[in-house]
T-cell receptor, first 111, second 113 residues
Framework: DAKTTQPNSMESNEEEPVHLPCNHS???????IHWYRQLPSQGPEYVIH???SNVNNRMASLAIAEDRKSSTLILHRATLRDAAVYYC????????????FGQGTELSVKP | DAGITQSPRHKVTETGTPVTLRCHQT?????MYWYRQDPGHGLRLIHY???????DKGEVSDGYSVSRSKTEDFLLTLESATSSQTSVYFC????????????FGPGTRLTVL
């Protein structure tokens, strides 16, 4: 299974943009890039996903490098409620869509 | 929120006893997944199902079995619980499976003494 690499932790100030990086140099053509986040004592929450093109939704934006070996999750204005562990995950189409979680990035947001 | 419930939410049991965890969905989604989460390991996939009676193994399936006799229920069974299976267990569902979002349940905290 393809692996992802993320920084262990990042800090942000409230109301500022946050760019969370992820490296996935062994990504294959059928791998989707997913981002989930997990708040303390809760199950993971879907944030966004994409295949090749950049994606936007109400929660965030996903910027995918042209060679697909890296991606960046962008939170446009961080709030205190965005403090969570963010997981960058590759999901292979021909493997039932199973998600292989890594360690994730713990994001803290300062007021 | 997606209609996913897990039962029980908390369970304490003894080594060697059988344990069954239930995941119930009201969304009629085809795909269902069981994960476990331990400190320092993130979430790891145990088993998944891509339809009634269709299941497959994940990365940490040893010691676990699953069954899916109807769309809405996915059962995870520990035939003989061990202390290494103390963990938080999450169920997830997905409508379209591969490449699409999964919705997670609230989790079950299992302690094996």
């Amino acid at each position: 299974d393809a692996k992802t690499t993320q920084p262990n932790s990042m800090e942000s100030n409230e109301e500022e943009p946050v760019h969370l990086p992820c490296n996935h140099s062994t990504i294959s053509g059928t791998d989707y890039i997913h981002w989930y986040r997990q708040l303390p004592s809760q199950g993971p929450e879907y944030v966004i996903h994409g295949l090749t093109s950049n994606v936007n939704n109400r929660m965030a934006s996903l910027a995918i490098a042209e060679d697909r070996k890296s991606s960046t999750l962008i939170l446009h204005r961080a709030t205190l409620r965005d403090a969570a562990v963010y997981y960058c995950i590759l999901s292979r189409y021909n493997q039932g869509g199973k998600l292989i979680f890594g360690q994730g990035t713990e994001l803290s947001v300062k007021p | 929120d997606a209609g996913i419930t897990q039962s029980p939410r908390h369970k304490v049991t003894e080594t060697g006893t059988p344990v069954t965890l239930r995941c119930h969905q009201t969304e009629n989604h085809r795909y269902m997944y069981w994960y476990r989460q331990d400190p320092g390991h993130g979430l790891r996939l145990i088993h998944y199902s891509y339809g009634v009676k269709d299941t497959d193994k994940g990365e940490v399936s040893d010691g676990y079995s699953v069954s899916r006799s109807k769309t809405e229920d996915f059962l995870l069974t520990l035939e003989s619980a061990t202390s290494s299976q103390t963990s938080v267990y999450f169920c997830a569902i997905s409508e379209r499976g591969p490449g699409n979002e999964q919705f997670f349940g609230p989790g079950t905290r299992l302690t094996v003494l």
